[in-house]
């Protein structure tokens, strides 16, 4: 190994010790949003992963975990998921494999996990306790988690010193609006000022690179009234500056409306009246959470995307971006969905992103046309270990929105640092034979590099070439550099993700949250 990490060693014995984890997480994991169980394939996946990685640090004489928190650490864990004819192993997928050399030569590993690709993240998020001032204090519970777990501090970090990322979007939970007369619990868990706060410090300290650009939470259903969320989209816009306008239809809360309208169809009235208004100000790109239900708060009929197609098609010069692509849309919850499979033109009632897919057929939207599919939190679900599902997913998206049109996004740093997507992906294929049986294109280098970056740059006009230079030079990225050297480029790799750690801490807030209106 090219380093030793000697701080490995430094610790004290009272110290609290190190995870010894695979860098792909395959235990229970929540944002907060939605909770995933450990699958049984998961379970024997991770005890394949330890076992393996142990005597792989055993056979080269290093610690075991220094062995993890390495490059031969990650290429070990993808051998493991797709490549090993082991019996242990819960089964091979050739479209993820890795050459078995690499878990035991650095070089290789690092010629496997590394790579030159602008990568331009649309989904990240940090929370801010200081907006959730009049959250109700049972909620105490869940945002303490993120806001010990995905603070400011840890954004800067997970995004910046400890990824590949070059360029984030920042973006918001939905929530309510705050006016000083409003005595029912409002806010959202970074409000717009905050993002567009954040926004100008973190591209400060990157040496004004513009490394951040951010969205405006819209609610087209607040208390508030939709001509006042209009002002909001007005004075952000033209005081702040917004880079997009964040958008939840089915965000259902009884303190949004009392009388019980609970969320919206993007065709309803409202929400016209944004598009509109956004189409209006100049600024047509309209962020759209369809799918990855979220507990009881959110109402499956509005988080289904049947109405994407219909508004694109009406809204030609608008550009949606279908946050989450629509996975595990028409279930009330994501363990209830199944992995994402072929697209079936006879299904009369397609779920997950096939119900996406069909709202662009049935209203003549073609690929790369004036929707794209965002991939935030999808990979998240059963695809890191599950390659069949990851290929059949990208293979749709690149198929029928098109190649153009699939953006990155990994709704960190509630994950933690998203450099094992980014590892993971880079070494995702889709096989040869499923291109052929359902007419993929190739998850290529050209392919992944639209997908990693290039797609969102030109639709939120980078100049690529200018950007990496100028990156390149900025004190944020020497920092970075140091830190490798002395810590390694996988130190990430010891974190756990932020959110819940049991399903009855999840269910427990899920609940207080749902009945004060907030989410989570």
């Known amino acids: 190994m090219k380093s030793k990490f000697p701080w490995l060693k430094m610790l004290k014995r009272t110290d609290p010790e190190l ?9 229970d994991k929540s944002n907060g949003e939605y909770y995933h169980f450990q699958t049984e394939h998961e379970r024997k996946m991770r005890q394949f992963v330890l076992e393996t990685a ?3 640090a055993r056979k080269l004489g290093v610690d075991r975990r220094a062995f993890m928190t390495s490059a031969m650490g990650m290429a070990t864990t993808l051998w493991c998921v797709a490549c090993s004819d082991d019996d242990k192993n819960p089964g091979k997928q050739p479209a993820l494999c890795v050459p078995k050399e690499a878990m035991f030569d650095e070089d290789a590993a690092c010629a496997l996990v590394e790579g030159d690709q602008f990568i331009f993240d649309v989904q990240t998020h940090w ?6 001032k009049r959250f109700p204090e049972s909620l105490d519970g869940l945002f303490g988690i993120l806001y010990e777990n995905a603070n400011e501090d840890d954004y800067i970090r997970g995004m910046f010193l400890e990824s590949d990322t070059h ?13 000083e007369d409003l005595t029912i619990p409002c806010g959202l868990p970074l409000a717009n000022e905050s993002m567009a706060n954040s926004r100008d410090k973190i591209n400060q300290m990157a040496g004004n690179t513009q490394r951040v650009v951010q969205h405006v939470q819209v609610l087209p259903n607040d208390l508030s009234g939709v001509d006042a969320q209009l002002d909001i989209m007005t004075r952000m816009h033209c005081e702040r500056l917004a880079y997009g306008w964040k958008m939840y ?25 944004v598009i509109e208004h956004g189409l209006k100000l100049g600024l047509n790109r309209f962020n759209v959470h369809k799918g990855l239900p979220i507990a009881a708060f959110f109402r499956k009929e509005f988080n289904h995307p049947k109405d994407v197609g219909v508004v694109a098609k009406d809204y030609p010069d608008a550009r949606f971006v279908i946050y989450h692509s629509g996975i595990c ?3 009330d919850g994501t363990n209830e969905a199944p992995a994402e499979g072929p697209y079936d033109p006879d299904d009369p009632d ?17 690929p790369n046309q004036n929707v794209y599919g965002e991939v935030g939190s999808a990979i998240n679900q059963k695809m890191q270990t599950d390659s069949i599902a990851a290929a059949h997913f990208f293979g749709k998206l690149m198929k029928y929105v098109g190649t153009d049109r699939v953006l990155w996004g990994t709704d960190c740093v509630i994950y933690g640092s998203p450099q094992g997507f980014i590892q ?17 294109p190739p998850l290529d280098d050209t392919n992944k590099r639209k997908i990693f970056g290039l797609n969102a740059a030109s639709l939120y006009g980078i100049d690529v070439e200018a950007k990496r230079c100028q990156i390149a030079s900025s004190a944020l990225t020497l920092r970075r550099r140091d830190l490798d050297e002395h810590f390694g480029s996988h130190r990430w790799a010891l974190r756990t993700p932020g959110g819940p750690k049991s399903w009855s801490e999840y269910v427990l807030e899920s609940r207080q949250a749902a009945a004060r209106g907030r989410p989570g």
């Open 19 to 27: 995870p010894f984890e695979p860098p792909i997480w395959m235990k």
């Open 54 to 56: 142990d005597a792989n």
């Open 127 to 132: 929370f801010n306790p200081e907006d959730g």
């Open 167 to 179: 360029l984030a979007v920042l973006t918001s939970w939905p929530g309510t609006t705050c006016p």
């Open 249 to 273: 239809p089915g965000f259902a809360s009884q303190s949004i409306d009392p009388r019980g309208t609970l969320g919206y169809m993007l065709t309803d009235p409202a929400a016209r009246q």
């Open 329 to 331: 849309s028409g279930y």
């Open 350 to 366: 397609p779920k997950g992103t096939n119900a996406l897919i069909r709202s662009l057929i049935d209203n003549g939207i073609g």
């Open 424 to 440: 993971w992906f880079r070494n995702l294929t889709i096989p040869e034979d499923m291109q052929t049986e359902f007419g993929y």
